[in-house]
T-cell receptor, first 118, second 107 residues
Framework: QVQLQESGPGLVKPSETLSLTCNVS????????WNWIRQSPGKGLEWIGY???????NYNPSLESRVTMSIDRSKNQFSLKLRSVTAADTAVYYC?????WGMGFDPWGQGTLVTVSS | DIQMTQSPSSLSASVGERVTISCRAS??????LNWYQQKPGKAPKLLIY???NLQSGVPSRFSGSGSGTDFTLTISSQQPEDFATYFC?????????FGQGTKVEIK
């Protein structure tokens, strides 16, 4: 059974960098696309981007200037960095797998709430 | 970006009732449409992919239809565990985008 688990600080100061990691168990990270998605009351569900096993990435243009994703095959995990955060980046952040282009995201991690506040 | 619009935003239904949720894309997405169910405090769960393909383990009372810009999720007989929020999502192109959600409440 594939499981994803997010980890990282729950509180980040404005203008700093949000850093999260997603640990994958039950599947190899050396295949498929690995995604970050966030959810906030104001903006609903927002796809942040994905990283493929080759480390190629595709980011949402709305966030592209501030986002970096990376992959660590030795630890079977992938990471998200979001720079220069503001209160608008406060959200529950999820990681999720995408097996094929036209398919949906499945499974998802349980999500982690990140609050941007001084 | 492709905008996804769901209707209604919320609805009330009784157990056993047939429930229909609509999703409209701002442009053609062929059949690249997925549906998710989300319960409070939980991550979304994939129900249907590619418009009408039931994800493994999802009850057959859930079904999906449509193509192009108009899509429908149907629950043939609403069960107590089906009270939740439902989202559509297009997988036609990046950036992937979601509908704003439809909350199904108990009547």
């Amino acid at each position: 059974q594939v499981q994803l688990q997010e980890s990282g600080p729950g509180l980040v100061k404005p203008s700093e960098t949000l850093s999260l990691t997603c640990n994958v168990s039950g599947d190899s990270i050396s295949r498929y696309h690995w995604n970050w998605i966030r959810q906030s009351p104001g903006k609903g569900l927002e796809w942040i981007g994905y990283i493929y096993s080759t480390a190629s990435t595709n980011y949402n243009p709305s966030l592209e200037s501030r986002v970096t994703m990376s992959i660590d095959r030795s630890k079977n995990q992938f990471s998200l960095k979001l720079r220069s955060v503001t209160a608008a980046d406060t959200a529950v952040y999820y990681c999720a797998r995408l097996r094929e282009w036209g398919m949906g995201f499945d499974p998802w991690g349980q999500g982690t709430l990140v609050t941007v506040s001084s | 970006d492709i905008q996804m619009t769901q209707s209604p935003s919320s609805l009330s239904a009784s157990v056993g009732e047939r429930v229909t949720i609509s999703c409209r894309a701002s442009r053609n997405i062929d059949k690249n449409l997925n549906w998710y169910q989300q319960k409070p405090g939980k991550a979304p769960k994939l129900l249907i992919y590619g418009t009408s393909n039931l994800q493994s383990g999802v009850p057959s009372r859930f079904s999906g239809s449509g193509s192009g810009t108009d899509f429908t999720l149907t629950i043939s007989s609403q069960q107590p565990e089906d009270f939740a929020t439902y989202f559509c999502q297009q997988s036609y192109t990046n950036p992937r985008t979601f509908g704003q959600g439809t909350k199904v409440e108990i009547k």
